[in-house]
């Protein structure tokens, strides 16, 4: 839920200060998340606090609507599975997936091709606050596609 969100942002940014985008400027990007799914969470936290720029949460990143946009248009297997919010440090897309926008997981970024259609995904959260909250307050939460692939293997 949003609020997990907030409260890993306040843990890792020190501060409840937000700089966000003029409401003018978030309308477009809401109506282009609205075209895409029906995810209320995401777009009341966008409606709240649409961010201008992406936001470190421990060894994650949530990104700001431009980036978001970008990084879901940069490959016609991630535009058409999923909405990339955000990274891991060494660059796994976190995404929601268009058909089940209620979950969080992870695309590996090194074997994702567009032209082989080969999208590796695995699932890691059952809500957005959740992730980001967990990945700064759940010991061994995984910190990218392989770590969270290792976890599932060794039960």
């Known amino acids: 839920n949003s609020q997990l969100f907030w409260r890993a942002y306040k843990q890792a940014n020190e501060t409840d200060e937000v700089e966000c985008m003029p409401a003018e400027e978030a309308a477009p990007f809401l109506r282009w998340i609205q075209a895409r799914l029906s995810h209320p969470e995401l ?25 978001i946009k970008k990084f879901t248009e940069s490959s016609r297997l991630l535009a058409e599975r999923y909405l990339v919010v955000g990274s891991t440090a060494n660059g796994d897309h976190i995404v929601i997936p268009l058909a089940k926008p209620h979950v969080v997981g992870l695309v590996n970024h090194e074997t994702l091709d567009d032209e082989r259609g080969v999208c590796e995904y695995i699932e890691v959260s059952d809500d957005l606050g959740e992730f980001y909250y967990n990945s700064w307050n759940k010991e061994g939460f995984p910190c990218d596609y392989y770590e969270a692939m290792q976890k599932i293997r060794m039960g």
């Open 43 to 67: 777009l009341e936290l966008v409606r709240e606090f649409p961010l201008c720029d992406d936001v470190q949460l421990c060894a994650h990143y949530f990104f700001g609507p431009q980036a």
